[in-house]
């Protein structure tokens, strides 16, 4: 018996595919290792998107980017508090620092430059008002006594605020204490917010959602 081997001209379409053929069995084990990689990478690149506490990193941008699909409700810590700083108080000594009052208008000018319209609240605490009113430059301030404390009311003050303002986004200064309190009991992680460190919230059907902390660079 006599085993007829084709021959084939090096510059041959058939050629050409036996020869990708033979490569990519000799090569698989190296794909499947690179495919591999490239997924470990992607996963790496997702997280870090994420604050170690568990929380959505969220920067201004792209606060900007939900700002166009549906309004954000931004809650602020206020800025330095004077009682407990060694730096020159802005006035009352219940109120903030010069420093402070410099770094909320910092703070608000590059939250200005992405979301240029907001309604404006505070809790009627000196500082966060203080905060508030360097942050805004002259906006509109509504200061709510709801938003003094913190607890199972919050939630239900954030939504009236968000009531009176429809379709606006909202900007809130408020205490450290009660950020912590909506990132344990609506995300269920701990949460410790330093000087103008803010969470991201929206309302959908009457409901509201925690969508991350916002982070800022300049």
Known sequence: MYIVRQRYSPLSLEFIVLAFSRSLARFRKYIVILAASLITLTGVSCQVA????????????????????????????????????????????????????????????????????????????????????????????????????CGRGTKSAISRLVAKAPGENVVVFTHNHCL??????????????GYLDALVMHADQDKLYLDGQLVTHY
């Not at 009682?83 to 590059?110: F, N, Q, V, W």
């Not at 609240?121 to 203080?130: G, L, M």
Request: with cysteine; net charge positive.
């Open 50 to 149: 994420w604050s170690s506490n568990g929380l959505p990193r969220i920067d201004i941008r792209t606060l900007a980017a939900l700002s166009a699909r549906h309004p954000v409700i931004v809650l602020f810590r206020h800025a330095e508090r004077c009682d407990r700083s060694d730096g020159p108080c802005l006035a009352d000594k219940t109120g903030i620092t010069e420093y402070g009052a410099h770094e909320a208008r910092k703070r608000g000018e590059m939250f200005g430059m992405q979301i240029k319209n907001y309604a404006l609240y505070a809790s009627p605490a000196v500082r966060t008002i203080q905060s508030a009113t360097w942050f805004s430059a002259g906006k509109k301030l509504t200061v709510d006594n709801a938003m003094r404390d």
């Open 180 to 193: 912590t309190w909506l990132a344990k009991n609506m995300r269920g992680v701990k949460y410790d917010p």
